[in-house]
C-alpha cells in the first residue's frame, strides 16, 4: 500500500522559515517524481514545486521561486521542502503527490500525480 505523509507544518511569522518533509512507502521511490501543491479554501489547488524521477530537474512556481527549494533523498524515500521568507500569502494546506515516469513538462500538472498524502497547514502569520 503507498503511503505518503507531510510533516514539518506550522505557524510562524512573516519572514520566517520551516522545512516539510514527505516520507512515502510502498512505492519505488526513485521512479517517482515528486510534487508539493498547496490549497486555501476558496482557491483552486496551486502547484509549487516538483522535481523529476531523477532528480536533475526541479521546477518552482513563481510564486515562490528564488524563496523555497526542493530536494529528493532517494536514500529515505523522502523529498524535502525548504521554505524560506515565508509570506502570510504562503499560508494554505501543503499536499505532496507523487507520479510515476511522467515527463518533466508535466510536473505542474496536478492530475498527472498518482498518490497523494493527506496535506500539512501551514500558517504564516504577519
Known amino acids: 500500500q503507498v503511503q505518503l505523509v507531510e510533516s514539518g507544518g506550522g505557524l510562524v511569522q512573516a519572514g520566517g522559515s520551516l522545512e516539510l518533509s514527505c516520507a512515502t512507502s510502498g512505492l519505488t521511490f526513485s521512479d517517482y517524481a515528486m510534487g508539493w501543491f498547496r490549497h486555501t479554501p476558496g482557491k483552486e489547488r496551486e502547484f509549487v514545486a516538483a522535481?523529476?524521477?531523477?532528480?536533475?530537474?526541479?521546477y518552482y512556481a513563481d510564486s515562490v521561486k528564488g524563496r523555497f527549494t526542493l530536494s529528493r533523498d532517494d536514500s529515505k524515500s523522502t523529498v524535502y521542502l525548504q521554505m524560506n521568507s515565508l509570506e502570510p500569502e504562503d499560508t494554505a494546506v501543503y499536499y505532496c503527490a507523487a507520479a510515476e515516469a511522467i515527463p518533466d513538462y508535466r510536473l505542474t500538472a496536478s492530475w498527472k500525480y498518482d498518490y497523494w498524502g493527506p496535506g500539512t497547514q501551514v500558517t504564516v502569520s504577519s
Open positions: 522535481i523529476g524521477w531523477s532528480g536533475k530537474s526541479t
